[in-house]
């Protein structure tokens, strides 16, 4: 009886071992099957199955030993690309398609990395991408800028493009003296316009655009300039006809843009 116990717990014991060893060789395979990439000062870490995926690509090259690479600090590969856009670059690797985020702009550039990267396949879904987006067309975005020199009226901006009003928004907490924690909610009236009402003569002058508790926010001529600036950055073009007799183009009734 002794001798057929020891011999199972020794059979058990070897399983044991024998398990584990299986689970060591298949946890070092694992890790020789991932490679970490430094795209542009990026990490990126994948498999080389998916690296692979595609042959006669510069990435199937590295890979196989093809292709000589750098090394950086750490020993990862080196490849001097954009590390932001290798995201879409490694992602169609995994999927097979291409899949951008909504509202991506930077095709011409993608295309770039596509080419160097020798994927064929992306280069034509980006081209494709990119002659859909010429053939469709592109709602006009106005923008107007009004100063109606009236206590119930103020200061007036209008744009047809919610995000516009939301970069006026937060440039004109920056600009704020009182470095507001958010917007004032109630120069908002919804998200196309935003309407200044508050606002009284300085000594010099100069109107202050104040909330209903008298904070003080900014003057009206830093609130039409960081406007005016904002729209020259975004791509707009400046429509008015100015009227010299004016001055600057900030003390202007009325300005239109368009983009």
Known sequence: MERKINRREKEKEYEGKHNSLEDADQGKNCKSTLMTL???GYLYITQKQTL???PDTFLEGIV???ILCPF???GHYFIDRDGLLFRHVLNFLRNGELLLPEGFREN???AQEAEFFQLKGLADEVKSRWEKEQLTPRETTFLE?????DRSQGLRIFCNAPDFISKIKSRIVLVSKSRLDGF??????SSNIIQFKYF???ENGTRLVLKEDNTFVCTLETLKFEAIMMALKCGFRLLTSLDCSKGSIVHSDALHFIK
Request: hydrophobic letters at 30%; glycine letters at 6%.
């Open 72 to 74: 950086d600090a750490d």
């Open 200 to 202: 009284i003569k300085s």
């Open 38 to 40: 430094n795209v542009g």
């Open 145 to 149: 800028i009004t100063d109606n020199h």
């Open 108 to 110: 011409q550039l993608l």
């Open 52 to 54: 692979t995926k595609y």
């Open 64 to 66: 196989n030993g093809k």
């Open 184 to 189: 004032p909610e109630e120069f908002s009236v």
